[in-house]
């Protein structure tokens, strides 16, 4: 006996494979290991909410009013770019359908032949020409597809990634084609904000120092030695992290192909995709067209469930054991008698007058005998009580 089966309508981001999380109903598209993601956010408007309410109102009246509102904008384009970069999707590519990975897997048999038992069969590469340049794309076997040029599998997704730089945990999510410039403006401006902060807070403890010297100072205000601890162990990691990136865009290079060093002159490899102009370079990156997302997300397909089961019969005949009690409305006498009312007595007649459907057996009828009024049995006792 066949299964019945149900249809219903699916976001695609629902049945997506990886290791991906998704909210807002796809339009929110991270990775699952974003604990680092919440300390990012916790130690950026943390510091920023000790500044503002401890070194702003001071600085605003002292120094100028022009200080809280710069350092407001500076905080806003900071959490925007974050936001931006953890939230969007970094250039993910779909996996092949099982109809294209069989044509796939038949291509490269064809191409490689019979190999002998025994024998590694060549590795499953395949050559483009990319300005004079031969690139090697290689075959990832988890998504079943040739990898675009500078595309690589994250580990920590489990997808394929065009424009592969590196997966950052402190924005939770990889840094691709359609998420670097965000990431890179994240660092930039981040940076900034923090050689902003840590400066204001010298100046703040400097300028209190004078009037009430440094120790009462600092008594008077906690929250700027933890602001300017914070700032000094976070200013060089991140100003040399804007730095480095700084450089990789200036050579058109990501962060994968730096370490792996796919570019760096060995055997005449050049890279491909350099315009040998730190200005072109820059544009490409920073000013070049946002690409779409290629894995449409919200889209909607078809999943096929199977059908709720039937009831099996040991239930029916439980419930066929167990009866439910029925309640029965209570109708008038069949036969009528001086308690029936008198408005039952037509209803009666009529069903009585109802002829019987051919086919049904009836017993003969027994002629019933009139019912003595209360009247003619007082009657017949008076005719008795003369007789005796």
Known sequence: MSAVMITRKVRKWEKLPGKNTF???????MARQKGVFYLTLFLIIGTCSLFFAFECP????????????????LFLFVMAMLLRTSFSDPGVLPRALPEEATFIEMEIEAANGNVPAGQRPPPRIRNVQINNQIVKLKYCYTCKI??????SHCSICDNCVDRFDHHCPWVGNCVGKRNYRYFYLFTLSLSLLTIYIFTFDIVHVVMRSVDNGFL?????????VLEVLVCFFTLWSVVGLTGFHTYLISLNQTTNEDIKGSWSGKNRVQNPYSHKNIIKNCCEVLCGPTYPSVLDRRGLM???LPAPAAPSSSSSSSSSSNPVPQTTKTTAPLIPNEHTPDDAKPSIAASAEKSPSPGEEHPPATKVPPLASPETDAETSVVKDKTH
């Open 23 to 29: 909210c807002c109903d796809g339009r929110v598209m």
């Open 58 to 73: 001071y600085l605003a009246v002292h120094l100028s009013p022009t200080i809280p509102v710069f350092a407001a904008l």
């Open 146 to 151: 040739f990898r675009p040029p500078r595309a």
């Open 216 to 224: 009462n100072t600092l008594k008077e205000t906690p929250g700027t």
């Open 302 to 304: 078809q999943e096929d």
